[in-house]
DNA sequence: CCATTGACTGCAAATCGTTTGCATGAAGCA
DNA sequence: TGCTTCATGCAAACGATTTGCAGTCAATGG
């Protein structure tokens, strides 16, 4: 079996695993070790990833994709981890970090799959005016960019928009 | 079989079928029943729908649902219709009309899927800012509401926003 | 009007992401 | 320490979408 309760090393400005594994415990939720594990990797990470490439991070053994998927939802059921989609029918997924930054949204290359964050989210206010133009209520909304990074320009490559790859948010 | 070229009934301020098809040939693409099959009923539809939908709104035998994958993507690629992702794991189409409104999001009620348009997209500036701010180009978004439409507020439905339904938009 | 030919279609099998049934295993509590 | 219940691993099931293949047909030239 592998190490019990590392809580040292890697620990870049990034909430505690212990907090993180107290707020599981405090919704009255197991804190079992795939569990620890995907925390202890979604903190290292600022950018969304998606279950597989979560999976392939972990060790090998450390959780399985079923687990994986079950334990997703539970952490979005409880607030722990957003979901973002990016269109290419992978669903991503993001550590909800206390601070600000809650709420965000993505600039995708749609050649690298380089992301950038968009903090400052300016679809809020439009939110409110959609829900009042229509009597809408708990309106919420879902938007990404997609463009060509500047590396990718550089590289030359012809790349128009999206074409039809529906696969990777690039066809590189 | 079908008749050849029904080029009348139901008309509501939509192109003609004959321009659609006409469309289809000018780009030296075959001009076949199915596609005429899926434009026909795209015309009569101002809201995006599944592959799924349109399958089953054509009439038994009009169109196999891989030449329908097929048609959507050829259809796309060809500037014919827009993809939507509404998050639920299927993709709908809806037919690209010349006139204006070209560009839209949409409201969309998470208990009854009712759809509304939201014509005027204040992202368009969105994007030019987000696109020079990161050195982006050719940056595109997708944008879409979620919430409950006056209807099912009246239904007295206890609907907490998405929670995890993923399948459809409602959970009802 | 008929032959030609490559694009298109239907069908079935294959993929991919995601979910679920089931028997075993372990977290948290008495 | 033993119980009870929740969580896990494995495999099979699923739904959306894609693809291989052989037969079919729209567009074209004769």
């Not at 060790?59 to 997703?72: F, V």
């Amino acid at each position: 079996m592998k190490k019990p309760a590392q809580s040292h090393d890697h620990d870049h400005a990034a909430e505690p695993l212990a907090d993180l594994t107290s707020r599981l415990r405090q919704k009255s939720q197991r804190v079992t070790a795939p569990r620890q594990a995907i925390l202890a990797l979604l903190r290292e990470h600022r950018h969304p990833m998606t279950n597989k490439e979560i999976h392939a991070a972990l060790a090998k053994g450390d959780c399985d994709l079923a687990t994986l998927y079950r334990s997703m939802h539970l952490l979005e059921g409880m607030g722990m981890v957003k979901r973002f989609d990016f269109g290419d029918g992978a669903a991503r997924f993001e550590l909800v970090t206390g601070d600000a930054h809650a709420h965000h949204h993505h600039l995708v290359c749609t050649c690298c799959a380089d992301i950038v964050e968009i903090d400052d989210c300016f679809a809020a206010e439009l939110e409110a005016r959609v829900a009042a133009a229509h009597g809408f209520k708990t309106v919420t909304h879902k938007l990404e960019f997609f463009g060509v990074c500047p590396d990718c320009q550089q590289a030359g490559h012809s790349h128009d928009k999206a074409k039809r790859s529906r696969r990777k948010p690039c066809g590189c």
